[in-house]
Nanobody, 124 residues
Framework: QVQLVESGGGLVQPGGSLRLSCAASGFTFSSYWMYWVRQAPGKGLEWVSCINNGGGSTYYAASVKGRFTISRDNAKNTLYLQMNSLKYEDTAVYYC?????????????????WGQGTQVTVSS
């Protein structure tokens, strides 16, 4: 069956770094656009970043651009999110998601598959 399993979350101080991973199985990972989405406490889902199936095109929300880097390793069926210069407002549950065709960050998050999420807490 399809699985997306996030890992790498945790507690980090402001200004610190974390790298999230999302291990995919049960579908042809290299054919799918991959997304990172987050949900802060008491707030709705927020699109963070996405990457095309080949890894050559990446997009970022303004709130994370220049601090976060999305990447993928199709040989390992794994998606990554390198998060640097973390801020208090980055505290959230981070989800990875997969979709066969590009879904605009401005539209509904109609992704095909979702992970279960990993908690990132930025606190001193």
């Amino acid at each position: 069956q399809v699985q997306l399993v996030e890992s790498g979350g945790g507690l980090v101080q402001p200004g610190g770094s974390l790298r999230l991973s999302c291990a995919a199985s049960g579908f042809t990972f290299s054919s799918y656009w991959m997304y990172w989405v987050r949900q802060a406490p008491g707030k709705g889902l927020e699109w963070v970043s996405c990457i095309n199936n080949g890894g050559g095109s990446t997009y970022y929300a303004a709130s994370v651009k220049g601090r976060f880097t999305i990447s993928r390793d199709n040989a390992k069926n794994t998606l990554y999110l390198q998060m640097n210069s973390l801020k208090y407002e980055d505290t959230a549950v981070y989800y990875c998601a997969a979709v066969l065709r590009f879904v605009s960050p401005n539209g509904p998050m109609e992704y095909d598959y979702w992970g279960q999420g990993t908690q990132v807490t930025v606190s001193s």
